[in-house]
Nanobody, 124 residues
Framework: QVQLVESGGGLVQAGGSLRLSCAAS????????MGWFRQVPGKEREFVAA????????YYADSVKGRFTISRDNARNTVYLQMNSLKPEDTAVYYC?????????????????WGQGTQVTVSS
């Protein structure tokens, strides 16, 4: 069982930056692939980024590639999402999630545990 708590959301102007954090409970954090997803009201939740257990490989949605960076600190049981050059279309509730197994990094139905989400609002 893993509990995930996101933080770091807020209001930022277009072009600005935010760093989201997701703290995980338990001693098995390093055994999970971690992902970030986002959702706008009325739309489906979409994949943003994922990172492998060791942090050696990362995956991004095309819409955030080059602007967002996912990282993790297994000693601190935390995964991060550094968001730069933010755009109004990045406005959403951002969720972190954890999955076991291999592959399927962008498939939200493969993730086993989810946080409660943190709101990111980018003003134009």
């Amino acid at each position: 069982q893993v509990q995930l708590v996101e933080s770091g959301g807020g209001l930022v102007q277009a072009g600005g930056s935010l760093r989201l954090s997701c703290a995980a409970s338990g001693r098995t954090f390093s055994s999970y692939i971690m992902g970030w997803f986002r959702q706008v009201p009325g739309k489906e939740r979409e994949f943003v980024a994922a990172i492998t257990r060791s942090g050696g490989m990362t995956y991004y949605a095309d819409s955030v590639k080059g602007r967002f960076t996912i990282s993790r600190d297994n000693a601190r049981n935390t995964v991060y999402l550094q968001m730069n050059s933010l755009k109004p279309e990045d406005t959403a509730v951002y969720y972190c999630a954890a999955k076991g197994g291999v592959g399927y990094y962008s498939a939200q139905d493969k993730y086993d545990y989810w946080g409660q989400g943190t709101q990111v609002t980018v003003s134009s």
